[in-house]
């Protein structure tokens, strides 16, 4: 097989480090785990755990948030359908860029791209305006993420609100 990219080949390994920790780690968050006991410990999906996560509290200006938030994000959209499968990659791809070089504005510019395309493809599923977008663009590419933790942290919220309204539609 020839990889014409680099990021082709970056996303290839990325694929294949997931794949294989997913099967070597025990059940997914979809999943359900038996204890000791016989009981079953109940799980809860990609989206619930994006909410949970934007919600929760976070140390200002890390890194480990940012890129825990993208992968949890890209979690809610792929449980949900929303957007592309290449979105969901692009978003994992971009966390390990903040884990890789969280201070660089050269980190920025991916990340903010991505996040720019999935709040397209959630306020395109929600029917909404460009509200998650408008919160997107309002990172700076050309700043640093730990001096624009305020801001990716609204636009958490903000995915969170959206991931929380399409999950109730998807099961209603």
Do not use: K
Request: aromatic share 6%; hydrophobic share 40%.
């Amino acid at each position: 097989m020839f990889i014409r990219s680099w990021r082709t080949a970056f996303t290839v390994s990325l694929l294949a480090v997931a794949a294989t920790s997913c099967s070597s780690n025990g059940p997914s968050s979809g999943e359900s785990a038996s204890g000791g006991d016989g009981e079953t410990a109940s799980a809860t999906s990609p989206a619930e755990d994006f909410v949970r996560f934007a919600e929760s509290d976070f140390a200002d200006g890390d890194a480990d948030y940012v890129a825990e938030g993208l992968r949890r994000l890209a979690g809610a959209l792929g449980a949900l359908n929303v957007g592309t499968p290449e979105l969901a990659v692009d978003l994992r791809v971009a966390a390990e860029h903040v884990l890789l070089s969280p201070t660089s504005a050269a980190t920025t510019a991916p990340v903010r791209s991505g996040l720019v395309s999935a709040a397209r493809a959630l306020d395109v599923a929600q029917e909404t305006g460009p509200s998650l977008e408008s919160l997107a663009e309002s990172i700076r590419s050309d700043v640093p993420l730990p001096d624009q933790m305020a801001r990716v942290r609204e636009f958490f919220q903000g995915c969170a609100q959206a991931v929380q309204s399409l999950s109730g539609r998807a099961s209603a």
